[in-house]
Every structure is written in C-alpha cells, then in structure tokens.
T-cell receptor, first 111, second 113 residues
C-alpha cells in the first residue's frame, strides 16, 4: 500500500507562476523527502524535511510539514518550463532504511 | 563518477523467458534497492540489500530474485517473465540506509509479451 498520496495528480501552470503540490501520509515518520522525475529518467532528490521541522527552503523550493495532519506541501516559486516533471514525496518511518513513495504529481509549466 | 547505472535500458521478453537486470554504483554505497514503477502506482520496492551478500524482500518481491555478490553490483532476475511484470525498473543506492538521499539509475523499460 502507498504511504504517500499526492494531490493534485496533475497540475498545469504558466511560467512565472507558483506551483503547489501536497502529500499526505498514513503513519508517523522520521523524515519526508521530495524527488523530481523528468520524463524517461530516474528520480532526483530535491529536499528533505525531518519530523521535528516545520518548514525548509532550498532555492525556489519551499517545503512544509504538518505532522498533526500527516501532510506536507512542496511550493515551487517562479516556475520555469524546465520544472516540468513529476514530483514524488517519500517517507522514512521508524528505524527502517526503506523509503515509501507516493503516487506523484505531474507538473507542466507552459511558456 | 558515473553514479548509478543500469543495463539494459530497454528489453522485450516473451512470457516465460528469463532475464537479469544489472545495477552498478561507484559511490561505495552499502545499501541498494530495486523498485518498479507503474502508471498511477508510484514506485514500489521489490527487493533491497543492506550489504554485500545480503538481500531482503520489499513490498512486491514475488516473481523476482536478487543477488549482491559484489558491493557495487545488485542484480535483479526474472526466472519466468509474466505480462504483469511489464514495468519500468529503477535501481537506487544510499549510504548505510539512512535514506537521507537515494540515488537513482536511469531505469530499464521492460515489456513482457
């Protein structure tokens, strides 16, 4: 079963706009990570937020985490056509070494 | 550094045929993983390895076998391919399973007819 569910499944915006995607999960986590996947390629790690953190920034990325609601959001500001990709959240739980991935959000940024 | 590489990139099999997918990493990572990616399902863990000579089952291990004879290589085998195994397969690795960052290969697209 999937730990993370992303919302929306697909998102289409204009270049320069902000893109927000959400991830909900089911069980307590140690950390939550976001990955990007360009079409036909492997996943690339973007950012990690630990369970005791509420917000984290990296360049144009802003991630928030609400452990009481078991949810996270990824904000991409001033989007570019090159941001077109699928975005996945992944959670690490307990003492395990495994990541559990969500179903992904397909982002399309149009010129 | 090449990072994580996968061989082959594409493969078409007939039902019942066997094949081996090879994953190699040059980052001296202890942990390696095999995932499959299907439309609308995200990535699901097939098998993983916490070190040379050790393997463990993931979420969807049936129909697959793995081996980790060398630290840098992780092999995924299909003994008798089935159409349900049509998927894109990704290998990943990380350092000692802290999972702070997993590094992914480019994927192998497998079609079973």
């Amino acid at each position: 079963s999937q730990q993370g569910e992303e919302d929306p499944q697909a998102l289409s915006i204009q270049e320069g706009e902000n893109a927000t995607m959400n991830c909900s999960y089911k069980t307590s986590i140690n950390n939550l990570q976001w990955y990007r996947q360009n079409s036909g390629r492997g996943l690339v790690h973007l950012i990690l937020i630990r369970s005791n953190e509420r917000e984290k920034h990296s360049g144009r990325l802003r991630v928030t985490l609400d452990t009481s609601k078991k949810s996270s959001s990824l904000l991409i500001t001033a989007s570019r056509a090159a941001d077109t990709a699928s975005y996945f959240c992944a959670t690490r739980t307990g003492g395990g070494n495994k990541l559990t991935f969500g179903t992904g959000t397909q982002l399309k940024v149009e010129l | 550094n090449a990072g994580v590489t996968q061989t082959p990139k594409f493969r078409v099999l007939k039902t019942g045929q066997s094949m081996t997918l090879l994953c190699a990493q040059d980052m001296n990572h202890e942990y390696m993983y095999w995932y499959r990616q299907d439309p609308g399902m995200g990535l699901r863990l097939i098998h993983y390895s916490v070190g040379e000579g050790t393997t463990a089952k993931g979420e969807v291990p049936d129909g697959y076998n793995v081996s980790r004879l060398k630290k840098q290589n992780f092999l995924l085998g299909l003994e008798s391919a089935a159409p349900s195994q049509t998927s894109v397969y990704f290998c990943a690795s990380d350092y000692r399973g802290r999972s702070d960052t997993q590094y992914f290969g480019p994927g192998t697209r497998l079609t079973v007819l």
